[in-house]
């Protein structure tokens, strides 16, 4: 949820992308990737935040998953991604977009969360 990186670098990379509305963060991450950046995990937490079904349920809908097809088209054509890939991502992450947000929540909390 926080991310410390030099201002060069990101706009080396392309900068956010406003054509990814809920996704320019993982778009630029995926351009600072192929731009050659160093990604690390610190273990100190800097932001305690609340996760709840509010947020669960932002994450779905149809306009949502629009986004989601276009990240991950575009995580191919960088070449991030290999087909098989982004048919297997569209396919799980499509379930989960378009389920009903009740659904939607177990799954998060049963399942990715864990």
Known sequence: MTVAYKKEAVLKSGNYDPDF????DYLLWAN???NGCVFK?????????????PMLERRGG????????KLQKEFY???L??????????AVRGIVR????SFRVL???KILRK
Do not use: C, H, W
């Open 81 to 90: 991604i290999n087909k098989f890939e982004l048919f297997t991502n569209l």
């Open 21 to 24: 509305k809920f996704a320019q």
């Open 32 to 34: 600072m990737l192929k």
């Open 107 to 109: 799954v998060y909390k």
């Open 98 to 101: 378009l389920i009903p947000n």
């Open 41 to 53: 995990n610190i273990p100190e937490y800097l932001v305690n935040a609340r996760a709840g079904v």
């Open 62 to 69: 149809r306009d949502y998953f629009s986004y989601e097809i």
């Open 77 to 79: 054509n960088l070449g």
